[in-house]
């Protein structure tokens, strides 16, 4: 329709008329309130902000002759991570003659992958740079999808603890 008929219908609704594809042949306009389309657009883009979530790398640093205890330690540190949608840097630092025994450190990184198989896979072998030898573990859910999994558990925590102080009453 031409232009001035459709500018009419736009002053007669109380509405504006938005140019929605200019680069089209004809060029599409809508006729909307383009403050509240603004506004649902600024809303959206907040929503999105909020949602996202950056991977962080987490670093999980070990020795060579690691005590049983202190690697169910690290161990357990770096499932949280995982479960948290991190990626985990496991570290070998090397000292003295233990640089000569590389094969021990990929013994010990293999160990640890395998015990948090379940929570992450490997996305980088074991590197051996200077005195360090480093592997990365990536999660097997991403963070968004953590986020949201712990954000519905707190919710579900809320409900309960909102339910129990309903009882008392």
């Known amino acids: 329709m031409k232009v001035e008929v459709a500018l009419r219908l736009a002053q007669e609704a109380d509405l504006d008329l938005v140019e929605v594809a200019p680069n089209s042949k004809p060029p599409v306009v809508k006729i909307m309130d383009y403050g509240k389309f603004k506004y649902e657009a600024a809303q959206k883009a907040k929503e999105a902000r909020r949602n996202q979530a950056n991977t962080v790398l987490k670093e999980v640093r070990f020795r060579l002759k690691i ?69 990365i573990i990536a999660p097997l859910k991403n963070k968004s999808e953590a986020k949201a999994e712990q954000n519905q558990a707190r919710a579900e925590a809320k409900a309960v603890r909102q339910g129990r102080a309903g009882d008392d009453e």
């Not at 161990?75 to 990626?87: H, P, Q, V």
């Not at 630092?93 to 395998?114: C, D, H, K, N, T």
């Open 67 to 135: 005590d049983s205890h202190d690697y169910e330690t690290k161990r357990k540190r770096a499932e949280n991570f995982l479960k948290a949608g991190d990626k985990v840097k496991a570290m070998i630092l090397f000292r003295g003659r233990e640089q000569s025994r590389p094969e021990m450190g990929v013994r010990l990184l293999q160990r640890f992958a395998e015990d948090v198989a379940e929570l992450g896979v490997v996305e980088n072998k074991p590197t051996i740079d200077g005195r360090n030898m480093t592997m």
